[in-house]
């Protein structure tokens, strides 16, 4: 909104010639962001903890210490986090980009998903909420507009291809089958984070690490200049992206304030289900769907230690984990959950670096 108010005005004043560039706007973003979580996030706190006596339903087959250390935790502190993105976004990013509103559309419907499910756990006082066929369905559906879209938005020779990492010039072109591919990107990025949010601060870190990657990405595909210098596939209008990421940046470190262990609030599924799916769009956007593979490949480790944990026990009776998702399993092992979580933390600054690396590696 800014840069439509601002940069006509620079002609006339010097100042708002900033609001031009993507790299102020997204570090105003960034600051907003932000501020905005730190402003507003003790007053959600009390109004959440006002309205859930009980806090967040705990696990009964869970790890044991979680009934003593997280009992009586707020959730559903994803709307801090959604609040400051989509605010901080909209106020520095240009409405007229259209990529602005895919990407808002999956997390902020993707985060409506969230609530409903988190409401429903607390109302059932069960870890249990909506079912997941529900979920999935209502996810793919807004995939399913997103992607039409973002495939609309698309240059022709890039519409239906997906670029390879490392490899220079090579485009697998799918044809049609590019939908569902885009679809299950952005509805699996957003039950990997889901899956992945399990102790204080284990998801959130991650998700900013990712979104720091993909603010650079979109940056440079964006720009014709460094596209073309990295060779990578330039598409115009994805700059702006970055400024989007910037805010997701902000909000994340706003709600990291609070959600550091001990945590005051968890993000729930309505924080979770939406960064998810915001990267995931992010990444089909720009392009770099394998890519997202990489940089949030703490994620996809967490989302395989489930698959092959359900497939083992339903084909040989047996549990190749002491508990599935991976962190669970460290937590049995006896690791003390600092510990876990950042050397998770760790690892996912190592695939994020491996992730930027395939845009100079070809």
């Known amino acids: 909104m800014l840069p439509d108010l601002l940069v006509p005005l620079a002609d006339q004043y010097q100042l708002f010639n900033l609001f031009r560039y993507i790299t102020f706007r997204t570090g105003g973003a960034t600051i907003t962001a932000l501020v905005f979580s730190l402003m507003f996030g003790p007053a959600l706190i009390r109004w959440l903890k006002t309205h859930q006596a009980e806090g967040q339903p705990i696990r009964t087959d869970g790890p044991q210490s979680h009934l003593v250390t997280k009992i009586g935790t707020p959730t559903m502190g994803g709307l801090l986090i959604l609040g400051a993105f989509a605010l901080s976004t909209l106020l520095w990013m240009p409405l007229s980009n259209p990529y602005l509103w895919p990407v808002l559309l999956v997390a902020l419907?993707?985060?409506?998903?969230?609530?409903?499910?988190?409401?429903?756990?607390?109302?059932?006082?069960?870890?249990?909420?909506?079912?997941?066929?529900?979920?999935?369905?209502?996810?793919?559906?807004?995939?399913?507009?997103?992607?039409?879209?973002?495939?609309?938005?698309?240059?022709?020779?890039?519409?239906y291809g997906v670029a390879v990492p490392f490899v220079k010039d090579t485009l697998i072109s799918l044809g049609l089958f590019y939908v569902p591919f885009a679809m299950v990107v952005i509805v699996g990025g957003s039950n990997a984070v889901n899956l992945t949010d399990g102790l204080d601060g284990l998801a959130i870190?991650?998700?900013?690490i990712v979104a720091a990657c993909f603010g650079l990405i979109a940056y440079l595909?964006?720009?014709?200049?460094?596209?073309?210098?990295?060779?990578?596939?330039?598409?115009?209008?994805?700059?702006?992206?970055?400024?989007?990421?910037?805010?997701?940046?902000?909000?994340?470190?706003?709600?990291?304030?609070?959600n550091a262990p001990p945590a005051r609030v968890f993000m729930g599924d309505t924080?979770?289900?939406?960064?998810?799916?915001?990267?995931?769009?992010?990444?089909?956007?720009?392009?770099?769907?394998?890519?997202?593979?990489?940089?949030?490949?703490?994620?996809?480790?967490?989302?395989?230690?489930?698959?092959?944990?359900?497939?083992?026990?339903?084909?040989?009776?047996?549990?190749?984990?002491?508990?599935?998702?991976?962190?669970?399993h460290f937590e049995r092992k006896g690791?003390?959950?600092?510990?876990?979580?950042?050397?998770?933390?760790?690892?996912?600054?190592?695939?994020?670096?491996?992730?930027?690396?395939?845009?100079?590696?070809?």
């Open 109 to 159: 419907s993707f985060g409506a998903v969230g609530s409903v499910d988190d409401w429903m756990k607390l109302r059932r006082r069960s870890h249990h909420g909506m079912s997941g066929r529900m979920k999935l369905v209502l996810q793919l559906g807004v995939a399913f507009i997103a992607t039409l879209v973002l495939i609309e938005l698309s240059p022709a020779q890039l519409r």
């Open 221 to 258: 595909a964006g720009n014709v200049n460094f596209a073309t210098y990295l060779q990578i596939n330039y598409i115009p209008g994805t700059g702006d992206l970055a400024v989007m990421c910037g805010a997701l940046l902000g909000a994340g470190l706003g709600f990291l304030w609070f």
């Open 205 to 208: 870190v991650p998700v900013m």
């Open 271 to 328: 924080g979770s289900l939406a960064l998810g799916g915001a990267l995931g769009a992010m990444s089909v956007a720009t392009r770099h769907e394998l890519v997202l593979a990489i940089t949030g490949g703490l994620f996809v480790v967490e989302t395989l230690s489930v698959i092959l944990q359900v497939a083992s026990f339903k084909l040989t009776g047996k549990r190749i984990f002491l508990m599935a998702p991976l962190h669970h």
């Open 335 to 362: 690791w003390a959950e600092s510990t876990i979580v950042i050397r998770f933390w760790i690892i996912a600054v190592v695939l994020a670096l491996a992730g930027l690396s395939s845009l100079k590696l070809r």
